[in-house]
């Protein structure tokens, strides 16, 4: 259901959030020399590519998605002979490398923004976003920005307010502007050059700005942000310009995809991206709802078959760990990481695992708003706060999601700072790391650990968790997901039971009755092999099963 065969649609990745990953100087801060001392580690995974978050040099108002200079890497996490080693060292092990890449804005502090802001004259004037004040001196439209309750800032040197989807340090590149297009993929070539193989590219759906700059009828449905007119034609330019001279991987971070929009980016024939990441979950479904949960993964296999691939994940660095928001973590912990990993493997689509998913991290809450470092937690919290509610009331009502919750320290062991680092982290470590750490899953032969290298070993070894079609056939049940991939001979059945009580499903016909083999389950003492009609299944219970 993939279409033709290209490596790329065979790997899986792990993202590492290289801050949090392991430090190695003691300051605090993870860095590339701590993801290339953990290189074997990553590998021991079996995984094929690894996905770094924005290393460039940047003020670090939002974790370095505000990049003051593309050319240059961030002194906290090392310099260009550190990156040269790491693709180099990754490389060595089989390893490829993703980069994260900023298209949308820059920091405020990048010398084209310095210019651009100099003066209303300024050659790089029209690079950014620029508007007059409303007749009231306001902002031009009361279009919000994902952080702040406005997306326009006023500058006084110009009297002119630019604009800003995300944080105020970080101003939206006007991408209408061919000079600015044409300087992003001199950066995209400078990178790909140096042999890194696959490129993350960042809040893909903002490129292209709304046709006329109008209120919004409801301010707080963003999507008048995303999906403007325009965005496929640069993607088109991008492709032509860049991608295609280079065999790599690309997957665009596509907020509001819909299949229908989703397809646009990826069918194979457009020849704009690989592949995306569609935010229906992450972003859209606040709490695990099963049957939401397969409707949106029928309707993207169905407009993707044979055109187009996705990524499959359930947390990033933005979203509350999956086994926090979406599991159990605390009596089915163990079971329940399994179970997501086995969705999430055995799903169309290429599975992205998040550092310390794979130990079945979870999310956090700190005691005190001081605590959290994120920029969007702690600007909702000023706004919320600001408009008289009680601070206790707004910082429970954001613990949930905020960002935070997966941008604690990796887990290595038991002892101080989760072994992260030596010195103060930047950010807290979650106080159960004395129990959940890369240490104790080593150890522990039924650790999620082992489970994820298992799952991950299967791939390599079974096409049909590639290329095998999908067919759902646990309809709107609530709680179990049963679904069938088959390709050539092969039909697999993976059977789910997302609940913290016991679980039961019929088979229906054409397996009924049919002797099945166990691939893979979460559970020790599962049947190796049954014949099966109704099948009984434990809290959290996953099982992966072949027809034969
Ligand atoms: O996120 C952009 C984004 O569009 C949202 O979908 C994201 O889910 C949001 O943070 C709400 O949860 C990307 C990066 O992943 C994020 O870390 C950056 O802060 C943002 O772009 C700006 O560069
Ligand atoms: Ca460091």
Redesign the pocket.
């Known amino acids: 259901m993939l279409g033709r065969p290209t490596w790329w649609k065979e790997t899986v990745v792990y993202q590492v959030y290289w801050r949090s990953f392991f430090d190695t100087n003691g300051d605090g801060i993870g860095d590339l020399r701590g993801v290339i001392e953990k290189l074997d580690y990553i590998r021991s995974l079996g995984v094929d590519f690894i996905w770094l ?1 924005p290393f460039n040099e940047s003020p670090g108002v ?2 370095g ?2 990049i003051s200079d593309y050319y240059a890497v961030a002194p906290e996490a090392g310099t260009m002979a550190d990156v040269d080693r790491l693709i180099e060292e990754a490389h060595r092990r089989g390893l490829k490398i993703m980069m ?1 890449i ?1 298209l ?2 820059t920091s405020d502090r990048h010398p084209w923004f310095l210019a651009s802001r100099s003066s209303k004259d300024d050659p790089k004037r029209d690079w950014y976003i620029w508007r007059d004040p409303a007749p009231d001196g306001g902002p031009p439209t009361n279009w919000r920005s ?2 702040h309750p406005s997306c326009w800032r006023f500058d006084e040197a110009t009297g002119q307010y630019y604009m800003h ?3 105020i340090g ?1 101003p939206d590149l006007n991408w209408a502007n061919p000079e600015v297009r044409q300087a992003m993929y001199r950066m995209l070539r400078f990178w790909l050059d140096k042999g890194v193989d696959g490129l993350r590219l ?2 893909l ?2 490129l292209a700005k709304p046709e006329t700059f109008t209120d919004a009828a409801d301010p707080y449905d963003i999507r008048y942000l995303t999906h403007n007119p325009g965005l496929h034609d640069y993607l088109q330019e991008m492709n032509r310009e860049v991608f295609r001279h280079y065999n790599i991987m690309t997957v665009g ?1 596509v ?1 509001f995809a819909t299949p229908e929009l989703g397809v646009l980016f990826v069918d194979e024939e457009r020849r704009e991206l690989n592949s995306l990441f569609h ?1 229906e979950v ?2 859209e479904m606040p709490a695990w709802d099963m049957v939401r949960f397969k409707r949106i993964q029928r309707r993207w296999a169905d407009a993707l078959r044979g055109r187009g691939v996705m990524g499959q994940f359930l947390n ?4 509350t760990r999956q086994v926090t928001r979406y599991g159990n973590d605390r009596e089915y912990r163990v079971q329940s990481a399994k179970l997501l990993a086995t969705m999430i493997h055995t799903l169309p689509g290429i599975p992205y695992v998040y550092q310390g998913e794979e130990l079945g991290m979870t999310g956090v809450r700190f005691a005190s708003i001081d605590d959290y470092r994120d ?2 937690m702690k600007s909702r919290y000023e706004e919320e706060v600001g408009r008289g509610r009680s601070p206790e009331e707004v910082l429970r009502e954001l613990q949930p ?1 905020s ?1 935070d919750n997966s941008r604690t320290p990796m887990q290595w062991n038991a002892g101080r700072n989760a072994g992260f680092s030596a010195g103060e982290p930047w950010i807290r470590p979650n106080p159960n790391h004395t129990a959940i750490n890369v240490e104790e899953a080593e150890a522990d032969p039924d650790s999620v650990l082992h489970y994820y290298r298992k799952l991950i070993a299967l791939r390599k070894e079974h096409p049909v968790m590639v290329y095998g079609d999908f067919e759902d056939i646990s309809g709107d049940d609530p709680h179990v997901y049963a679904y069938v991939r088959k390709h050539g001979d092969t039909a697999w059945i993976v059977v789910l039971n997302h609940s913290d009580a016991p679980g039961a499903f019929e088979l229906p016909e054409p397996y009924a009755g049919k002797t099945m083999q166990l691939v893979l389950g979460n559970y020790a003492d599962a049947d190796k092999l049954l014949r099966a009609g109704k099948l009984e299944l434990r809290p959290h219970e996953a099982r992966i099963l072949s027809c034969v």
């Not at 990033?316 to 979203?319: A, F, L, Q, T, Y």
């Open positions: 978050n939002d974790n998605y505000d994260d900023v949308n804005h994902y952080f989807s995300f944080a970080q960042d809040a759906a903002l971070e907020a935010f992450a972003d990033n660095h933005d979203h920029v969007m999601l960002r």
